[in-house]
């Protein structure tokens, strides 16, 4: 009986180095590894020992004989990967671990960020003895998007927060947290020649936090905004608490159409009821309640077989309960190019899934439910409205040639509409006395080794992973062969002599973090608000009921010794 990869899948690959007759591929080091939108077990070659299902962090591996009805159809698309035969290596090698010369000093190391990609780069570290790793984050609390980004409904890949626990618990990590690094020394930051002032090292693991703009009239009316900060406010993000969504109308739009944008699209039509016991924000909850809204519209503006969302994301949404998805009639219509491949079977593996599931919807019977409608070939041209969102103007765009090339024409299409939301990709932001490349929106780097400019010369110190490394691609878990490529190019630069001492003690770090920044969160304090979170959670029958208010996540931080000293905030906070 094989075992089976389903949605939660975060291409962590551990169960990949786990699997003792290497059935499961793609591996870190084969090519499609990086664009694989999940890994796949090969059910011939299973062997039913259940070592991948220890390994996984997010119990995304599970035995065909349990598999819930909503996750059959990753039986197919698990096996389909195996169809077409190609060389595969016999044994995944195991990246070598990084080894620090005899006779050197114990590492010292910043991390700027604390989602996936700065987590495992800490881990990678922290198999160095002696190394002390100090993770920043203006946050006050840890993990980056996979806390405010994941669904709240998608409480397995939350999961991967448990494996970042157990490398948070090792000795020589610390959290600097609620701490911003900057050039405004005035308003608390630590700069960049503090940061490496204090260390033998520097890895920017910041991410792409800014969101690209339509740059279309409308733009900013109330009912106009990003999807990262809709996600952000029905996750509990403090920075966007206090933020309102108008959700009075029968239909939203939201431009672009990858996970993100089906993540939102489920959150506004799932029954509200189903989120009750997650970690979604109670103010987003009663949002949900409350809400109008009867139909999502996806748009796309090239054609089916381009489609932004992943195979596992879209399988999992048409299986959501009490939800209907369906394409808008005479819009399903595929460029000659994906047209003439599919008929010949040579597709790739994604596509040709995406397809057969978009072809699959026609089938189904109607959830008679809420509606997410895709649609295709339209491009955005303006949001209509005068004090608020009442709508969106669309052009009509077709195929022009080769690889799905598109233009515009003068057909428009008009949809009335109370709510905008954009999900048409990720931006780095620059950090002050850090080079950025502005044209590619990632900080310049040769393999991880920040460079001083695009192709330049290497700045020493300083190293960069994750999606402000190589853009917003890849998956949780590949951020773990991204962090450990730029690990092992900062310990062979430290073994060459290429990095400079600290100039300063870490208990003298230490004293000029808390002198600039008084609320600082350390790991205690983190401890503090996890403990607090969950035990709220616990009386309202949730996960965890995140704690919205900046100032009280810093209160409840510095009450972390001893842990019951926080239960009048507690109590304060039920209320």
Not at 29 to 35: I, R, Y
Not at 354 to 368: F, P, Q, T, V
Not at 395 to 424: K, M, P, Q
Not at 476 to 504: F, H, M, W
Request: aromatic share 6%; glycine share 10%; proline share 7%.
């Amino acid at each position: 009986m094989p075992h089976v990869v389903t949605q939660p899948c975060c291409s962590d690959a551990s169960c990949v180095y786990a699997c003792p007759v290497n059935c499961i591929h793609p591996t870190p080091d084969e090519p499609d590894f990086l664009t694989a939108e999940m890994l796949h077990i090969d059910p011939e070659a299973c062997v039913d020992c259940g070592a991948c299902v220890s390994a996984c962090p997010v119990d995304a591996i599970v035995p065909e004989a349990q598999l819930l009805p909503s996750e059959l159809v990753f039986l197919d698309i698990n096996a389909s990967f195996y169809r077409e035969r190609r060389d595969r290596p016999i044994l995944a090698p195991v990246i070598p671990a990084p080894v620090v010369a005899p006779g050197k000093a114990p590492l010292r190391v910043a991390i700027v960020g604390s989602g996936p990609s700065a987590m495992y780069a800490a881990d990678e570290l922290l198999t160095l003895p002696g190394t002390q790793v100090n993770i920043f984050d203006r946050l006050p609390v840890p993990y980056g998007l996979v806390r405010a980004g994941v669904a709240p409904d998608h409480q397995r890949t939350k999961g991967v927060t448990k494996l970042f626990d157990k490398f948070a618990e090792q000795d020589g990590l610390e959290y600097y947290l609620n701490v911003e690094i900057g050039a405004d020394t005035d308003s608390g930051a630590i700069t960049h020649d503090e940061l490496l002032a204090g260390h033998h090292a520097v890895i920017y693991a910041v991410g792409a936090s800014s969101d690209r703009k339509l740059g279309i009239p409308g733009e900013g009316l109330p009912g106009s905004s990003s999807a990262t900060d809709f996600v952000a406010w029905y996750n509990g993000d403090a920075r966007h608490s206090g933020e309102t969504y108008d959700l009075s109308h029968r239909r939203a739009v939201i431009i672009g159409n990858g996970n993100v944008a089906l993540d939102v699209a489920r959150i506004l039509t799932v029954d509200p009821e189903t989120l009750a016991g997650t970690d979604i924000s109670r103010q987003a909850l009663e949002a949900l309640r409350a809400s109008k809204i009867e139909e999502v519209v996806i748009i796309g503006r090239r054609g089916p077989g381009q489609s932004a969302f992943t195979v596992p994301e879209f399988a999992g949404l048409i299986e959501t309960p009490g939800i209907d998805v369906a394409i808008h009639p005479g819009e399903d219509l595929l460029d000659a190019d994906t047209k003439r491949r599919k008929g010949e079977a040579g597709l790739s593996h994604a596509v040709e899934h995406k397809l057969a599931l978009l072809d699959s919807l026609d089938a189904r019977e109607s959830a008679g439910g809420r509606t997410i409608t895709l649609r295709y070939l339209l491009s955005p041209t303006e949001i209509t409205g005068d004090d608020a969102v009442t709508g969106i103007v669309l052009s009509r765009n077709a195929y022009a040639g080769g690889a799905a090339r598109i233009e515009s024409t003068d057909e428009t299409v008009r949809l009335d509409a109370g709510l905008v939301l954009t999900s048409i990709g990720y931006r780095g932001v620059a950090t002050a006395g850090v080079p950025f490349d502005e044209a590619a929106g990632v900080i310049p780097n040769a393999g991880g080794r920040v460079l001083r400019e695009p192709a330049g010369e290497v700045l020493p110190g300083a190293y960069v992973t994750g999606w402000i490394k190589r853009g917003p691609s890849g998956f949780i878990g590949t951020n773990k062969s991204c962090a450990q490529e730029t690990v092992n190019r900062l310990v062979d630069d430290y073994n060459d002599g290429e990095l400079t001492a600290p100039a300063t003690t870490p208990r003298e770090f230490d004293k000029l973090v808390r002198r600039r920044q008084p609320t600082v969160v350390d790991r205690a304090g983190w401890h503090a608000i996890d403990r607090a979170e969950r035990e709220l959670g616990a009386r309202g029958g949730r996960v965890r009921e995140k704690i919205t208010d900046p100032a009280a996540l810093v209160e409840v931080a510095a009450q972390a010794a001893p842990p019951a000293g926080a239960r009048k905030l507690l109590r304060s906070l039920r209320r």
